[in-house]
């Protein structure tokens, strides 16, 4: 136990959320760049892109076309209010990638022999290899004030607290199980073939890891101290997920505030409670994968799932 909370404590320094998600990814380093840049074109699918669409998934992918509150903004409006959903699921999907990338990193660190250090040096290259296709897809430049996502905090303190098991179950078998329905809804609804494709390239490393989690999670027996990490880290991960309140936000950012019984029927036309109870169904399916302890349970007593 002791060395284990040991090992959390040192690599803390280089896991806070500011390193996980915030460190530049522009070194300005001209050679280094230039030798990031052919190693990428190489093993990324779709080179950098110049010239995009106003956005890449239609009203359809978020139910809009069935909300009055959309359909009453004018053409512009509308224009605008899908572009910024389309800045939110990207940078959503950058910053999945950007931590999972030093999440890789940080269970080289922890690895207990040498085929743990090699799965995830590959794991940890497949990461990089997606943070830059999307990327290269990207007209801004993704910022924590306007594209963030609450479940990402949670994401941020798990990497930097989380003992290793805790991290195997709440990165790998739950957000990496998270991000395959994620990534494979924003992939079948794209209609931008090049984005299309990087999200059909990287659901088939991502259902490696989140299997390759699975695995390990059944193999490793987890201490008391993980249980509770792995309920807690669980149970504010699902809230987050379930409290997140981005398509409000995206129209009133148009339409100005919505009052209460607003947002009430617009979250009813955009049928949002289905969205959530889905989620709620498939975050307890992968769960049922490593639970042999209980913490299926445990959340269903909390009425988390």
């Not at 001209?30 to 030798?35: A, D, G, P, S, Y």
């Not at 110049?50 to 009203?59: G, I, L, R, T, V």
């Not at 999670?217 to 807690?232: C, G, T």
Request: charged residues 30%; negative net charge; proline residues 2%.
């Amino acid at each position: 136990m002791n060395n284990k909370k040991n090992e959390t404590e040192a690599l803390k320094i280089f896991f806070s959320e500011d390193e996980v998600f915030h460190i530049p990814t522009d070194s300005k380093n001209k050679v280094l760049q230039q030798l990031l840049e052919s190693a990428f074109g190489k093993l990324t699918i779709e080179p950098k892109k110049s010239e995009f669409p106003n956005h890449f998934w239609s009203e359809k992918r978020y139910g809009f076309d069935k909300s009055k509150s959309y359909l009453a903004l004018d053409v512009q409006q509308k224009q605008r209010t899908l572009r910024h959903l389309t800045e939110l699921n990207l940078s959503l999907s950058y910053f999945i990638e950007k931590s999972g990338h030093n999440y890789g990193a940080k269970m080289i660190l922890l690895a207990k022999n040498q085929d743990e250090k090699a799965l995830y040096s590959l794991f940890a290259a497949e990461e990089a290899i997606h943070q830059k296709e999307f990327i290269n897809h990207m007209w801004f430049t993704p910022n924590k004030d306007i594209h963030w996502h609450p479940m990402l905090d949670v994401l941020g303190e798990v990497m930097c607290e989380g003992e290793r098991n805790t991290l195997i179950y709440v990165v790998q078998v739950l957000l990496e199980g998270f991000g395959m329905s994620f990534y494979s809804g924003l992939g079948e609804s794209c209609e931008f073939s090049p984005m299309r494709n990087v999200y059909s390239r990287i659901l088939q490393d991502e259902a490696r890891h989140h299997g390759s989690g699975v695995i390990l999670a059944n193999f490793y027996d987890v201490d008391q101290n993980e249980k509770e990490q792995i309920f807690e880290y669980t149970k504010k991960f699902i809230h987050a997920l379930q409290n997140a309140s981005w398509f409000v936000n995206a129209i009133e950012r148009e339409s100005g505030p919505m009052s209460i019984e607003e947002k009430k029927t617009f979250l009813e036309n955009i049928s949002y409670e289905e969205t959530l109870t889905a989620r709620r169904r498939k975050i307890r399916d992968m769960l049922l994968k490593v639970d042999s302890w209980g913490l299926v349970s445990m959340l269903e007593k909390d009425k988390v799932i």
